[in-house]
């Protein structure tokens, strides 16, 4: 089975700090996916990136970075949290971009900012 | 208006009822996902359409293209079943999500 690790459930952090948020995915799969998530939005897709140093913006890229610096990991950046960061942060993989193979999520990382 | 509406937004039923979960879309698609997701946040995908029916076990997923739209079902639902589904669209690349809708099946 795919296996795609988020490397925290929980994060508190305060105003101003940078935070990284960790992916791992232990398939070989080409694409990985940040997503947050809002009550009464859905999933909002933040980057997604097609292959290693590959990135593309998503809906929201703002106030985010990303790095894929190795196929298997891909790494959120938050430069400076702000309190409308506090959300919950899912990382995804799928073997292809258009999904057609499924995607395969993280359990998420709920990030409080204050 | 939102390119991908669930409905309903929240349902609550006895165990063994039928459970039907509609989503309805505006735009273009190759491909629609049904997921699920627990207490707890981790999302599994249930499936992926791109015409007529699937079934996995208790769960029924249909889609009418010329509609537009997809209904999950779930037979005789269990308090196990108790989650948020969420309704996905895929076009040009990315994903288009609906809000989703929150289930809860009481004993």
């Known amino acids: 089975d795919v296996k795609v690790t988020q490397s925290s459930r929980y994060l508190v952090k305060r105003t101003g700090e940078k935070v990284f948020l960790e992916c791992v995915q232990d398939?070989?799969?080409?694409?990985m996916f940040w997503y947050r998530q809002d009550p009464g939005l859905g999933l909002r897709l933040i980057y997604f990136s097609y292959d290693v140093k590959m990135k593309e913006k998503g809906d929201i890229p703002e106030g985010y970075s990303v790095s894929r610096e190795k196929k298997e990991r891909f790494s959120l950046i938050l430069e400076s949290a702000s309190t409308n960061q506090t959300s919950m942060y899912l990382c995804a993989s799928s073997l292809t971009l258009t999904g057609q193979s499924g995607y395969t999520f993280g359990s998420g990382t709920r990030l409080t900012v204050v | 208006k939102n390119e991908v509406e669930q409905s309903p937004q929240n349902l609550t039923a006895q165990e063994g009822e039928f459970i039907t979960i509609n989503c309805s879309y505006s735009?273009?698609?190759?491909?629609l996902h049904w997921l699920q997701q627990h207490p707890g946040g981790g999302i599994v995908s249930l499936f992926m359409?791109?015409?007529?029916?699937k079934k996995h076990g208790r769960l029924i997923a249909t889609i009418n293209i010329q509609e537009k739209h997809s209904s999950l079902h779930i037979t005789a639902s269990h308090p196990r079943d108790s989650a948020v589904y969420i309704c996905?669209?895929?076009?040009?690349?990315?994903?288009?999500w609906g809000a989703g809708t929150k289930l809860i099946i009481k004993p």
């Open positions: 735009v273009g698609i190759s491909a």
């Open positions: 398939m070989d799969h080409e694409n």
């Open positions: 996905a669209v895929e076009g040009n690349y990315q994903l288009i």
């Open positions: 359409l791109s015409s007529g029916k």
